[in-house]
């Protein structure tokens, strides 16, 4: 897995090449996070280098994957570990703001009053969890990237977004509790719509597991990984 750092017209960004077809999310943040370091990237949001001190990405909607909410659970409420269920249940309670409208259901990171995500230090500008910050914090750098990053970066959390509001359904049926949202207008959600033929955020506690090939459409992958 590589990123390829690219000149574009208002700087350096990246590109994204897969050779090996067992390729995990978690190679993909492990080359995204050494390209951030190695790489001088451009930042287009934000003038400084690094972005030391930045937080304009983190006053953004934060959607959760599964594996996010899992790895949030095992560090913020660790006493609860020998109830995972609940410990995940407990974490979407209490960091997560659901909307369903219809039958769109978004899961994300409850905003304080100040439109900041909750683990931010906002004297500092940093990020209280950063080495287990959630897979699109991880993944976001504002610099430009080619198409087909765009497209892997988008379908990773989508997928995984869609695997956690799963989960949060069964949660609530097999517990006979009524699904909780904070916002909404006439839900309409049905637990087959949810249904998918793989199951690569079955239930995990990480990212190592979850291959890219199972998430990502045919022609994505082609594209990602042509030589
Ligand atoms: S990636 Fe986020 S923290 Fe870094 S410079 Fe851009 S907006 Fe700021
Ligand atoms: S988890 Fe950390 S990196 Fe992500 S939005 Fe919150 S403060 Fe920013």
Redesign the pocket.
């Known amino acids: 897995m590589k990123v390829i750092p690219i000149e574009f017209k208002n700087g350096k960004g990246y590109d994204i090449k897969i050779s090996n077809p067992e390729a995990a999310v978690q190679d993909y943040l492990n080359a995204l996070n050494r390209a951030v370091e190695e790489y001088d990237l451009v930042?287009?949001?934000?003038s400084?280098k690094?972005?030391l001190g930045?937080?304009?990405?983190?006053r953004e909607r934060i959607p959760l994957t599964l594996a996010d909410v899992s790895i949030l659970a095992e560090h913020l409420l660790p006493r609860e570990k020998a109830e995972k269920d609940k410990a995940l249940a407990e974490v979407i309670r209490r960091y997560c703001r659901i909307f369903v409208y219809g039958d769109i259901v978004d899961i994300h990171l409850r905003l304080t009053e100040n439109g900041a995500c909750p683990f931010l230090n906002e004297e500092e500008g940093m990020c209280r969890i950063y080495p287990y910050r959630p897979l699109v914090c991880q993944t976001?750098?504002?610099?430009p990237m080619t198409k087909k990053a765009e497209q892997l970066r988008e379908a990773v959390v989508n997928r995984g977004e869609d695997d956690l509001v799963r989960w949060w359904m069964k949660y609530a049926y097999e517990n006979s509790i009524a699904v909780w949202f904070d916002e909404g207008d006439n839900p309409q959600i049905d637990l087959e719509d949810f249904e998918f033929e793989s199951d690569p955020f079955i239930f995990i506690s990480g990212y190592s597991k979850v291959k890219i090939r199972d998430v990502v459409s045919p022609n994505l992958w082609k594209l990602l990984s042509d030589k």
């Open positions: 930042r287009l949001w934000d400084r690094k972005c930045c937080d304009k990405c983190c976001f750098i504002c610099c």
